[in-house]
T-cell receptor, first 118, second 114 residues
Framework: EADIYQTPRYLVIGTGKKITLECSQT?????MYWYQQDPGMELHLIHY???????EKGDLSSESTVSRIRTEHFPLTLESARPSHTSQYLC?????????????????FGNGTRLTVT | AQSVTQLGSHVSVSEGALVLLRCNYS??????LFWYVQYPNQGLQLLLK??????LVKGINGFEAEFKKSETSFHLTKPSAHMSDAAEYFC????????????FGQGTTLQVKP
């Protein structure tokens, strides 16, 4: 049972359209992440957030943008979709570090949004 | 910098056989390591994690992994495969920074034959 929700699950859209992928979590986690996943490839971090009003770019360059106005909500926006944006987008969150310190908390993932740009 | 290599993009086993999925890591600091499973059209689900306690870590669904520092490995095993184990498996290492982000391997698809 997911505590992190992504909508839509599937989206097919034409080139040039503006889209927003929604992500919400009910766990009160401060940190949230967007990963991009292509078939047979590893997940690449494209955006993350430490908390409200915090957004950072990840390891993989992306033309998308994100916002974090509320703790539970971390939407991703593409101003003008292109076929190269076709991919699966996974949202995740994590709690504060445990006794092990930074990095010992697992990420909790949503079910993903599979985006196809025609 | 941290990185993860998963040996074998596809592994096929018979139902009831041993499952072995290989993961080697590179890390400049003592690593925190994770295994995730992804079923078709779903997100990633945590199987188990290693955070410097016991080197043999038990996870859900009968999976376990052993951290071997000398071999920089964290292989995932299950004594007896079940059809429901067919999925994609990802090994990941934490960058140990305050971002909390994970660096993932390329994944291994496990096929279970009847």
């Amino acid at each position: 049972e997911a505590d992190i929700y992504q909508t839509p699950r599937y989206l097919v859209i034409g080139t040039g359209k503006k889209i927003t992928l929604e992500c919400s979590q009910t766990m009160g986690h401060d940190k949230m992440y967007w990963y991009q996943q292509d078939p047979g490839m590893e997940l690449h971090l494209i955006h993350y957030s430490y908390g409200v009003n915090s957004t950072e770019k990840g390891d993989l360059s992306s033309e998308s943008t994100v916002s974090r106005i509320r703790t539970e909500h971390f939407p991703l926006t593409l101003e003008s979709a292109r076929p190269s944006h076709t991919s699966q987008y996974l949202c995740a969150s994590s709690p504060l570090p445990g006794q092990g310190g930074y990095g010992d908390s697992p990420l909790h993932f949503g079910n993903g949004t599979r985006l196809t740009v025609t | 910098a941290q990185s993860v290599t998963q040996l074998g993009s596809h592994v096929s086993v018979s139902e009831g056989a041993l499952v072995l999925l290989r993961c080697n890591y590179s890390s400049s600091v003592p690593p925190y390591l994770f295994w995730y499973v992804q079923y078709p059209n779903q997100g990633l689900q945590l199987l188990l994690k290693y955070t410097s306690a016991a080197t043999l870590v038990k996870g859900i669904n009968g999976f376990e992994a052993e951290f071997k520092k000398s071999e920089t490995s964290f292989h995932l095993t299950k004594p007896s495969a079940h059809m429901s184990d067919a999925a994609e498996y990802f090994c990941a290492v934490s960058d140990r920074s305050n971002t909390g982000k994970l660096i993932f391997g390329q994944g291994t698809t496990l096929q279970v034959k009847p």
